[in-house]
């Protein structure tokens, strides 16, 4: 049985081949690198040696003065939030919304008074309290369901999204009749 040397082994089956030197570093690749770091070197060098001169506080040729000390005026006492916030009055001007009438919302007209019942007790299931109006035409008659009255839209907007929300959605706004 032959031993094999799996170590030496090139990827792809071959033996590596001997006699083959490794690529030396390139020169050039060395010589930028040392130019570049000098270059870097020098740029410190010059900003520590060419930069601004600091500031002295005082001149010496010029005689010292005796400090006077800064006197502090009336400043404004720091905000106390909390104590603020409990002695702060908020005033709101509020105007008065008048009322364009009341309101009425139907939500169904039927030829039975049966189904009128039906949406009455599907409408009582969310919270609300409809009335079935027998009205009479020229088509013959009607169960109308309805609510109401509202003293104002919003209101009537109200009711009418919480029938949205078991899928009653044929409900109309219109003004009291």
Not at 50 to 76: R, Y
Request: charge should be positive; glycine fraction near 8%; aromatic fraction near 10%.
């Amino acid at each position: 049985m032959a031993q094999h040397d799996y170590i030496n082994k090139k990827p792809g089956g071959k033996k590596a081949a001997k006699g083959k030197a490794a690529k030396p570093f390139p020169k050039f690749f060395a010589a930028l690198t040392l130019v570049l770091i000098s270059a870097f070197g020098y740029g410190l060098w010059y900003i520590t040696q060419h930069g601004e001169p600091e500031v002295q506080a005082t001149s010496p040729a010029a005689p010292k003065q005796a400090e006077q000390p800064k006197v502090e005026k009336d400043l404004p006492r720091p905000p106390d939030f909390i104590k603020d916030i409990k002695d702060h009055e908020v005033k709101v001007e509020v105007k008065k919304i008048e009322s364009k009438g009341p309101y009425q919302m139907q939500c169904g007209s039927f030829r039975t008074y049966k189904q009128a019942e039906q949406m009455k007790a599907k409408m009582a299931f969310a919270g609300l309290i409809a009335e079935i109006r027998r009205t009479e035409g020229s088509n013959g008659v009607w169960y109308r369901v309805r609510l109401g009255p509202y003293d104002t839209k919003r209101g009537a907007e109200s009711d009418k999204n919480k029938l949205e929300r078991i899928n009653i959605v044929s409900c109309g706004i219109w003004k009291w009749t």
